[in-house]
């Protein structure tokens, strides 16, 4: 027997369905746009379910994406309109992020050459490189202002949500005269963005698959593995059909660029590896009842009077009893058929670790 059958973990998967736990799956998403129409076809093809799969493209999150886009730097030629002398810099563009949904454009010029000795150089020329000659300014250049506008929607038949306007972008130019070309390379940028936003409107991207990982994850009772969140997660045995056909896709979307990567590994069922899963479903249950418990301490936080302090736990009473029937329902059941224990992970003796955290255990104590 390999080393690797005496841990519990098998380089490939030919042991009998009855002899695994089930499998190991770890992923690094990269940066993709892929066609709408194009993935999902795939995903009709590969018959994957509709409530796992992504939402709709939103205009807010291409245009957040495409302005981000714009940040680059790089060497540009410059033209003096009068003498015709090319002067070179390395520009670099700068994305500041705004309240709202808006993002504030801005270069920032180190000076190259102008082709010429110093003493050659015209003394309007001189004036105008008189922010930059020593080789780099202290402050970035505001360009631009670009802002995301909604759609503006109203009521159509069948109470339907009808775009009266679409989504756009606008522009306010921050500079006041027109140096070196920045009038230009502002215009330049906003069709940059302009063309990159009609693009990922129609485009899925990276931050769609990792949602829908997310809530694939979810579904088959997945649970990060030696408690690595976001890391490597195991998959009962029962999902792996469901984690197929992800897996088909990823790979399908990732063939043009080869930087996507995810691994899977079937995990032997033996006593060891029972004991590692018990311990991380503990934990993963242990987090689940911190993150109620933080929640249910922001809303006690609000709360301001005794009329309000009623009110939410008339709430919360309903609310606990919700969230404790899910937890059985779902890893507390799982967990326990799977690996034939019964798993120690109870709301009573969760210890919480912070005030906040004891007061929101207090308050729903009281509730039962």
């Known amino acids: ?89 390395l520009v670099e563009y700068f994305v500041d ?19 010429l000795n110093n003493a050659d150089i015209p003394e309007d020329i001189k004036k105008q490189l008189a922010i930059y000659v020593e080789r780099t300014q202290k402050e970035p250049e505001k360009m631009a202002i670009f802002e995301f506008v909604p759609a503006v929607t109203e009521k159509g038949e069948n109470d339907e949500e009808v775009i009266k306007e679409p989504a756009r972008i606008t522009k306010t130019n921050l500079f006041q005269e027109n140096n070196l070309s920045i009038a230009e390379q502002t215009e330049e940028k906003y069709e940059e963005l302009k063309r990159e936003y009609a693009l990922l409107t129609e485009c899925y991207t990276d931050r769609y698959l990792k949602r829908m990982w997310q809530r694939l994850l979810d579904s088959v009772y997945a649970i990060p593995y030696m408690l690595a969140n976001g890391g490597v997660y195991f998959v009962p045995k ?11 896709m990823f790979q399908e979307v990732h063939k043009r660029d080869g930087q996507g990567i995810l691994r899977i590994l079937p995990i032997i069922d033996t006593e060891q590896q029972r004991m590692y899963i018990q311990h991380d479903v503990e934990k993963r249950i242990n987090e689940k009842y911190e993150q109620f418990l933080k929640k249910t301490g922001e809303q006690l936080d609000t709360l301001t009077s005794p009329d309000d302090v009623q009110k939410m736990k008339e709430r919360y009473a309903e609310r606990k009893g919700e969230f404790e029937s899910e937890l059985q329902d779902t890893l507390i059941r799982q967990y326990s058929e799977l690996l034939h224990v019964r798993i120690n992970a109870k709301f009573e003796t969760f210890v919480p670790t912070s005030d906040r955290l004891k007061a929101a255990k207090e308050f729903l104590a009281d509730l039962n």
């Open 1 to 89: 027997m390999s080393i690797f059958k005496r841990m519990g973990v098998l380089l490939d998967d030919t042991l009998p369905d009855d002899q695994k736990l089930g499998y190991l799956i770890g992923i690094i998403h990269t940066e993709i746009n892929v066609p709408v129409a194009e993935l999902d076809a795939l995903m009709d093809q590969l018959d994957f379910p509709k409530g796992l799969r992504p939402e709709n493209p939103r205009s807010v999150f291409a245009f957040q994406t495409a302005v981000r886009n714009l940040t680059q730097k790089k060497t540009e030629t410059f033209t003096d309109p009068g003498s015709g002398l090319e002067m070179r810099f």
């Open 238 to 248: 029962e999902g792996k059909e469901l984690a197929d056909k992800f897996i088909t």
């Open 97 to 115: 992020i705004l309240p709202g949904d808006a993002r504030q454009l801005s270069r920032k010029i180190q000076y190259q050459s102008t082709g």
